[in-house]
Every structure is written in structure tokens, then in C-alpha cells.
């Protein structure tokens, strides 16, 4: 039997039963369409089943954590307790040329060695543009099945963000990728209330859905947007309305804005983000998870490979 992991996105997950356990998932999708939204969600279904998750995110890795508590995931606490691990790429500028995108050859070899040493099972690369860019357009196809292969090899379940595509060279990254990987996703954003989720590829599936109106939600992500009410006749409406109830089962009227409860904000002491140190290097581990990382920096023509760093966890770096 086949093996597959919850997303965490009901609909698809009902629909498909989610992600093959073990191998890459791509998302494609235009800023603003729910992509890292989706990645977060997609960690804490792996939270949720016991399972320790990393991610490597292109926003800084204080932000990643404040972005999961303003909807509500709770991130922090994971990163605290070690079942999470969050990176961020050092140098990585979004819109940068693509030619400039490339991480070093070792990058790869230091990101495995985390995963493994921390018996990472679920992985969230967001984006995964760095590693998939190849210095010659002719090796692309080659390079990114080597990428997308490494992972499967390493047997973690992983899902891969893209940006939407701009350029000749950037459409058929994202073709190279979806022609390797087992299952493509594409999310539009057609307006700020209407957001679609398409499923462009799913091996095995001899037919797909039409796609999937979503909403992003606070305290779950992305769930299928409510079914849209057809507008009612007001005569009609009134005709068939039922009668008010009177006596003892009569309806209370609704509290004044006045009556309301008001929502007191956190203080800012309960936004307190601590990182579990990651110790990068020839042998990286979890550290105390009570001590914040320190901020370090180093050249890649350090004198020696342990002061080599292509990796940044809160404010330590990934080359």
C-alpha cells in the first residue's frame, strides 16, 4: 500500500488523502496567494502527528514565528520544545536575477546533515528557487532531478515552494520541476476575497478536480471558502418568514457594540521568540532550546571547514 502524509488542507486531503509520504510536493503560486501560509500549515499537521519538521524560509526566521502567532499556529512553542527547526538563506533577496540565486556546492551536504542528525521527518522549503537555480540553463533539467531525488533519498516529506513565473528561463525551471516532481500545485490569487487552489499534477490520478475556492483562516490556514448564497427576493423572504417567537421562548435582542466583549492584544512579554540553537557545521545538532542562537556571519573562504556556515537559524546564517 502506498504510503501518503496529511497536508493539513482538508479539502485536499479528503480529496487525495493527501501527500506521498516521503517525496516532494511543489506549490506555485504569485505573492500574496497563500504559499507560506500553506507551508506553515503543512508543519503543523507534521507537529500535530509527533513528527519533528523543518523549515527554511526566505523571510527572517524571527518574522516566520511572529507570522505563524499573528494566525494563530503555534510555532513558537515547537521551536522551543525542539520538534521544530527553523532556517533562513543568508543572502537571498527576492526578485534577485536567477543567475545570482545559486547556493554553494556544500550547502546541500550541511542541510542534510541537520536533517539527519535530527531525525527530521517533514521539510518546508520556502522557496526553493536557491537551490533549483542552475549556473548554465543547459544542465537545468539535470540539476533539479539530482535536487528533488536528494530528498527522496533522504525519505522526508517535503514541500517546495516556487514564485510565479516571470521570465522564459523562470517557466521552465517551474516546468522542469513539475515534470519531476509527484505532485504539482498551482495558487491563484485572482482578488484580495477570491482564491483558487488548482491541482496541476498528482501521479497516479488518472483525473484531477476542477479546482478548489479557498479562504485563509486564523488558527487552521487554508480551508474551502464557504459556499456563496444566492440573494433572496426580500417580498418572498418576508412571506415565508417565520412568525417571531413571543412569551418565554422569545429571542433576547443582540448586546450593543457596548456590550461587546473587547479583545485585549497580547503584551508584548507573551511575544517572546526563542530558537533552538542549531550547531552548523560537520556535525550539526539541536542545542539548549532555552538559548537564543548569537548572529554569526562567517566568509566561505574560512581558513578552516568548521568555521564554514551555510546556514542560519534565527539570527545565524544560511549561505
Not at 505573492?31 to 507534521?46: D, M, N, P, R, T
Not at 525542539?82 to 536575477?97: A, T
Not at 516571470?166 to 500545485?185: G, H
Not at 542562537?293 to 566568509?299: G, H, I, N, P, Q
Request: net charge neutral; glycine share 8%.
Amino acid at each position: 500500500m502506498i504510503a501518503k502524509a496529511r497536508t493539513g488542507v482538508d479539502f485536499f486531503d479528503e480529496r487525495y488523502g493527501g501527500a506521498y509520504r516521503g517525496r516532494s510536493l511543489l506549490v506555485t503560486g504569485k505573492s500574496g496567494s497563500g504559499k507560506s501560509i500553506l507551508a506553515l500549515q503543512f508543519l503543523v499537521q507534521g507537529l500535530k502527528q509527533g513528527e519533528r519538521c523543518l523549515l527554511l524560509s526566505g523571510r527572517p526566521a524571527a518574522d516566520v514565528v511572529l507570522y505563524g502567532h499573528a494566525l494563530n499556529l503555534p510555532l513558537s512553542e515547537a521551536v522551543e520544545s525542539g520538534h521544530l527547526i527553523v532556517l533562513e538563506y543568508n543572502d537571498y533577496v527576492p526578485g534577485r536575477s536567477e543567475a545570482l540565486l545559486t547556493i554553494p556546492p556544500d550547502g546541500f551536504v550541511q542541510l542534510q546533515e541537520i536533517i539527519q542528525s535530527n531525525g527530521v521527518q517533514r521539510v518546508a522549503l520556502d522557496t526553493c528557487l536557491p537551490w533549483v537555480t542552475a549556473a548554465s540553463p543547459a544542465n537545468l533539467a539535470e540539476h533539479v532531478f539530482s535536487f528533488v531525488r536528494a530528498f527522496d533519498r533522504l525519505a522526508t516529506t517535503t514541500l517546495l515552494t516556487l514564485p510565479k513565473p516571470v521570465s522564459p528561463i523562470a517557466y521552465r525551471l517551474k516546468s522542469v520541476l513539475e515534470d519531476t516532481v509527484p505532485i504539482a500545485i498551482t495558487l491563484q490569487l485572482e482578488s484580495e476575497e477570491r482564491r483558487l487552489w488548482l491541482v496541476t499534477k498528482y501521479l497516479g490520478e488518472a483525473r484531477l478536480d476542477d479546482g478548489t475556492e479557498f479562504v485563509i483562516a486564523a488558527g487552521i490556514g487554508l480551508r474551502r471558502a464557504p459556499p456563496v448564497m444566492a440573494p433572496v427576493d426580500s417580498e418572498v423572504a418576508e412571506k415565508t418568514a417565520p412568525a417571531p417567537l413571543s412569551g418565554p421562548h422569545a429571542l433576547k435582542p443582540e448586546p450593543t457594540s457596548s456590550e461587546l466583549p473587547v479583545a485585549v492584544p497580547p503584551s508584548s512579554s507573551s511575544l517572546r521568540v526563542r530558537f533552538s540553537k542549531v550547531v552548523l557545521g560537520p556535525k550539526a545538532s539541536l542545542g539548549d532550546a532555552s538559548t537564543p542562537s548569537a548572529s554569526a556571519t562567517v566568509s566561505e573562504k574560512a581558513s578552516s571547514p568548521d568555521d564554514q556556515r551555510s546556514f542560519r537559524s534565527g539570527s545565524t546564517a544560511l549561505r
